[in-house]
């Protein structure tokens, strides 16, 4: 299994689209993040994680699940660095391969240490683009799709019944 753990901050500060909308509202910029990594999810199948920062923000830590993506909120005095760091120690097994969604240099050195792979900001937001195209190409083409008889008959019996509906016998 693949698992994607995404420093949600770190990804909204570095993907343009999602820094403009935090300079109006910063809820809508995270939710848009939340959509897009649900989106990744069901094209690719990982396992996704976001973790947010909430260590300046007193309180227990808060665990979601939104549209199948699990969200993590960090405990009060906890990093999204630390909590990163932890979870690809844990997770990093024969049987799960970690990846880590961060333009942080030294926290994708250190998971890169922990067996986890790396992948900037930059990296996973091309991959999103590549994505979203080929969720545009796949339901451009079913859409183009003519639907099939439920009868199979010869192309000559079908063109006449075409005449026929048409009126033109």
């Known amino acids: 299994m693949d698992v994607l753990i995404v420093d949600g901050y770190n990804i909204i500060g570095a993907w343009p689209e999602l820094r403009e909308l935090k300079k109006t509202d910063f809820a809508a910029a995270r939710d848009k993040l939340i959509e897009k990594m649900a989106e990744y999810k069901a094209y690719t199948g990982y396992r996704v994680i976001i973790v947010f920062d ?55 050195w250190v998971v890169f240490g922990q067996g986890a792979l790396r992948k900037s900001a930059r990296e996973l937001l091309n991959e999103m683009i590549e994505i979203e195209k080929n969720i545009d190409r796949s339901v451009h083409k079913t859409n183009q799709k003519k639907a099939p008889n439920r009868i199979n008959i010869k192309r000559e019996i079908a063109e006449i019944f075409e005449k026929w509906r048409r009126g033109d016998r």
């Open 54 to 108: 909430a260590h300046q923000v007193p309180g227990i830590e808060k665990k979601t699940k939104t549209h199948n993506v699990e969200i993590i909120y960090t405990r009060e005095n906890e990093t999204a660095d630390e909590r990163i760091e932890k979870m690809a120690n844990e997770l990093n097994n024969i049987k799960t391969q970690v990846h880590v969604a961060t333009s942080d240099y030294t926290e994708q």
